[in-house]
Nanobody
Framework: VQLQASGGGLVQAGGSLRLSCAPS????????IGWFRQAPGKEREGVSC????????YYADSVKGRFAISRDNAENTVYLEMNSLRPEDTAVYYC??????????????????????WGRGTQVTVSS
């Protein structure tokens, strides 16, 4: 089983991209999905996650109000709509699947350690 992230590319600051995450060998219906990114020389960080039901979402402070995560179980795909992109958003973006939702202190969590299935990333480059 694996995941495939796509939709990355080169865009100017202020532009938009939509990333897609599609599975191979399983359906996303019973998984929470997360988007993570890693820039050169930096640690991987959680960008946005969506729960199994789609009811709960998480956004990193740096992307709140600019990014939107959504899931379309009929299409077996999770999307990450990225608007008002900034050069600091430049990174390789990965999607990952978790077989259950995790909560810490009552809040829906987006920790990479809770995600079991990972796919190859897609490069997002934002030029200034």
């Amino acid at each position: 089983v694996q995941l495939q992230a796509s939709g990355g590319g080169l865009v100017q600051a202020g532009g938009s991209l939509r990333l897609s995450c599609a599975p191979s060998g399983f359906t996303l219906d019973y998984y929470g999905i997360g988007w993570f990114r890693q820039a050169p020389g930096k640690e991987r960080e959680g960008v946005s996650c969506i729960s199994v039901s789609g009811y709960n979402t998480y956004y990193a402070d740096s992307v709140k109000g600019r990014f939107a995560i959504s899931r379309d179980n009929a299409e077996n795909t999770v999307y990450l709509e990225m608007n008002s992109l900034r050069p600091e958003d430049t990174a390789v973006y990965y999607c990952a699947a978790a077989p259950r939702d995790t909560y810490y202190s009552g809040a829906y969590s987006c920790r990479s350690a809770d995600f079991d299935v990972w796919g190859r990333g897609t490069q997002v480059t934002v030029s200034s």
